[in-house]
């Protein structure tokens, strides 16, 4: 079959049943990752006729997308901050929100060598990247899940970063001071988890989503750890949603950190708090 003729029948595939909102869309991205090509090059090659091994591996995700599977579980990967890492089901898709911590990150003035913390680091996109953006930094980088731990330590390898990795709840088993502190922490609350789309709730891990009752009972916790983790004049960077804001205000407070900027995503709703060790 052709590249159009394929193109036609993933997106007729994806349209049956209850059907995705831009199956014409989808079908083109998945040929072009199924191809090894770009969604241009596809359009420029439409007569060109493909593999059957290739057509296989393109019905076989096609079938898998319109079962509900993410997109990019299918792949395996995603891209982030212009990288693309490696996702299996143990870690959660990177979001292109938390590429404003990446942007925080690079704009708040840094000690020529920071050492730098990922807490909660899922496929590893934060520590990789700002290992890779800031080539003389020590990053260390930590999960609750041991199966993420390693999917993170693969992407780093595969992309030639150099971070530290452990396994363990928040930060309890880590030791030293840091000039930056990162964290995109599960901060979904409790009644919107049954709301998610299923291709979220019944895919991605439940201990990267759920926050507790409001969403912020790891992110508070977490706080109250902070002022031993950072270095005088660190910086933490904490990742959060419009419903996180008022029950973080005590915590924060308690926590003696200033408050010195509210990262807004390009909807302007406040994602990342950055806070400051005076
Ligand atoms: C929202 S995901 C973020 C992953 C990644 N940093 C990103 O931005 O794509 C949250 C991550 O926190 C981890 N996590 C959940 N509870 C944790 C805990 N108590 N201690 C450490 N990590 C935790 C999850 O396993 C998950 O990888």
């Known amino acids: 079959m052709t590249i159009a ?8 595939a994806l349209t049956a049943g209850d059907g995705l909102p831009n199956p014409r869309r989808e079908a083109r991205w998945l040929l072009a990752r199924a191809l090894g090509q ?3 090059w596809l359009l420029a090659h439409a007569e060109e006729p493909v593999a059957a091994a290739t057509e ?20 395996g990967s995603c ?15 990177p979001r292109p929100e938390t590429e404003l911590i990446v942007e925080c990150a690079l704009t708040v003035p840094e000690p020529e060598r920071p050492r730098i913390l990922d807490v909660g680091t899922g496929s590893g996109c934060l520590a990789v990247t700002l290992a890779l953006e800031l ?30 990795f452990t396994a363990g709840d ?8 840091f000039d930056l502190v990162v964290a995109n922490l599960p901060y979904v609350p409790a009644d919107e988890i049954p709301g998610l789309a299923v291709e979220i709730r019944a895919h991605e891990p439940h201990v990267a989503l759920a926050g507790g009752e409001d969403g912020a009972d790891l992110l508070r916790t977490f706080m109250a750890d902070l002022p031993r983790l950072l270095a005088p004049g660190g910086h933490a960077m904490l990742e959060m949603g419009p419903r996180q804001r008022a029950g973080l205000r ?10 010195i900027h509210r990262g807004l995503d390009h909807a302007g709703i406040e994602r990342v708090l950055v806070l400051r060790k005076a």
């Open 38 to 40: 770009t969604e241009a």
């Open 135 to 164: 080539p003389g930094a020590s990053v260390a980088a930590t999960d609750v899940s041991p199966e993420a731990v390693a999917v993170a330590a693969a992407n780093a390898r595969a992309l030639g970063a150099s971070v530290r």
């Open 250 to 259: 005590a915590a924060v407070a308690a926590s003696g950190l200033v408050e």
């Open 170 to 177: 928040l930060a309890a088993h880590v030791r030293g001071e």
């Open 5 to 12: 003729q394929l193109q036609a029948e993933g997106a007729a």
């Open 79 to 93: 891209p982030f901050w212009g990288r693309l890492f490696a996702v299996t089901p143990a870690v959660l898709i």
């Open 56 to 75: 296989a591996l393109f019905r076989t995700w096609l079938s898998r997308r319109a079962a509900g599977e993410p997109a990019h579980y299918i792949v």
